[in-house]
């Protein structure tokens, strides 16, 4: 079954940036598309950013346009959220999830295409 990890989150001040990575093992991850949601304490889960299976199209969520960036690695067969200029709302638990196609990015209940929710990663913002 497949089942993606994520890492690469931390403690960050306001206007840092952090990589986050999706990793699966025995999967390649070009053939799906690959979302990452977050959620913060108390609060709904949100789709973040999708890219589509083969990386021919990328969506994010208005909060994180201009900011983040997703793409990726072939070789390390892995799909990462490349977050610049980060804001204390940035803080939460990042996930990533697999899907045929990319989800409409909302606020609210969500869940992956294929597999479970991962751990997560934890992203916090805070000076």
């Known amino acids: 079954q497949l089942q993606l990890v994520e890492s690469g989150g931390g403690l960050v001040q306001p206007g840092g940036s952090l990589r986050l990575s999706c990793a699966a093992s025995g999967f390649p991850l070009n053939t799906y598309a690959i979302g990452w949601f977050r959620q913060a304490p108390g609060k709904e889960r949100e789709g973040v950013s999708c890219i589509s299976s083969y990386g021919t199209t990328t969506d994010y969520a208005q909060s994180v346009k201009g900011r983040f960036r997703i793409s990726r690695d072939t070789v390390k067969n892995t799909v990462d959220l490349q977050m610049n200029n980060l804001k204390p709302e940035d803080t939460g638990v990042y996930y990533c999830?697999?899907?045929?196609?990319?989800?409409?990015?909302?606020?609210?209940?969500?869940?992956?295409?294929?597999?479970?929710w991962g751990q997560g990663t934890q992203v916090t913002v805070s000076s």
């Open positions: 999830a697999a899907y045929s196609f990319c989800p409409e990015l909302r606020i609210g209940p969500a869940r992956p295409g294929f597999g479970s």
